[in-house]
């Protein structure tokens, strides 16, 4: 999965792609948790562009999502909100498919 580097790139994504956004950080251990299951989940779903968000280094966008505990997981289909999955609780592998498959198989 690869990192966001600025704002510019966040809003071209959201506004262009199909993209499924991971709000993270390096010191939260739910997030470590599902990092050897997330290039299994991006290959499942092809269709989409993945972006690990640093929460730390993009607070701002965060906070615009109200995205207030993660990992979380927001996503977007050229410019529209399609889903969204955002809590502090650790995410399974199942859950996180089940959240995707909501939106993605439509």
């Known amino acids: 999965m690869r990192a966001l580097q600025s704002v510019k790139e966040y809003n071209e994504l959201k506004n262009n792609e199909k993209t499924i956004f991971l709000f993270t950080a390096g010191w939260c251990p739910d997030c470590r948790v599902i990092e050897p299951i997330l290039p299994e989940i991006e290959d499942k779903y092809p269709e989409y562009t993945f972006v690990e968000i640093n929460r730390d ?9 109200d995205i207030y505990g993660i990992p979380s997981f ?12 955002v809590s502090k609780d650790r995410k399974t592998k199942e859950e996180i498919i089940s959240f995707i498959d909501g ?4």
Do not use: I, Q
């Open 57 to 65: 280094e993009f607070m701002e966008l965060a906070g615009e999502n």
């Open 103 to 106: 939106f993605a198989k439509v």
């Open 74 to 85: 927001l996503a977007f289909n050229k410019g529209v909100e399609v889903g969204r999955f």
